[in-house]
């Protein structure tokens, strides 16, 4: 009697699927809040208009946890025993959304505290790693099933690679001149860190495009189609600091179109989560067959 009534009313994990996707559309809407409210600039001075160092700093914090509790839950099931997917696809990814809250603190220093362009920085380093880590990780995630996909269903994803190719070299063409203040090696650097960011960025568009389409219908697949659409989100925020830094004079971090760099953090994690419960359910109604 106490038994069955200790087991009824066991309290649940803090930390419990459903709250992990509550506290993660929590914090997209707080997020999206934040940069509504306060996204607007200030007078400055030389008659220029400004964002507060405080906001500034608010958007990174919000991007630096979104990736942090992303990478937490990917690792998280990198461990698990009982994870469906392969266990080396949440490895990647959890370092990829680990390497990318590193670089982008890295960034927010050097824009904030520093106060230089962070046209090249050390947060370069690691946002390369994030796109290495996450490519090969969906790259994984995809290939290790078949992929049947009909013409049409191909006809969409070389539609949309076509189309977010065309946006990233319209993006990438500016007559922006040499950066002031900046060496001959460092624009080289810059030069070739741009080119790979649109690659990389077009790349993850297609697979998860593929992805998007491949993984449609089903409970188990809900997690991967979460992913794709975090793949979406960066490639919507990446395009827009592109746009904006190219061809917007003297622009500072923090605009509207940023929060999608939140969402993206946000999805990652939400789609980590989602697989470690599906897979403990699999699990469970395995053993509960074999039982019977």
Known sequence: MSKS????????????????ILLGISWSVLALLYFLLFSAKIPGSNNTEIRGNWYVLGTNIFEALAYLGAGVL????WRSTQIVSSRKV????????IAYCVGGIFFGYTEVVLKQDPEV?????????????????????????????ERWQWLIVASIGVLGSFVAWSISQTNKGP??????????????????????DV??????????????????????RMIAA?????????????????YLPDYQSGDILEVFWVFSGVLFGMGAALEYEASLSLKRRTSGRKRT
Do not use: H
């Open 74 to 77: 990917c690792l998280r099931n």
């Open 179 to 200: 950066t002031e203040g900046l060496a001959s090696i460092y624009q080289r650097i810059a030069f070739v860190l741009n080119w790979f960011y649109i690659v990389s």
């Open 203 to 224: 790349l993850l568009l297609i697979i998860a495009t593929i992805m998007l389409l491949a993984f449609w219908g089903g409970k188990v697949s809900l997690s991967w």
């Open 90 to 97: 949440w490895l990647l990814i959890g370092l990829g959304m």
């Open 230 to 246: 975090a793949a979406f989100s960066l490639y919507i925020a990446d395009m827009w600091f592109k746009y904006a830094t190219n």
């Open 5 to 20: 009534y200790d087991n009824s009313y066991r309290s649940k994990p803090i930390f419990s699927t459903p709250n992990i």
């Open 121 to 149: 920085s050390l947060g370069d380093v690691f946002f390369v790693l994030t796109y290495l880590f996450l490519g090969a990780g969906m790259a994984l995630a995809l290939f290790s099933r078949r992929i049947n996909l």
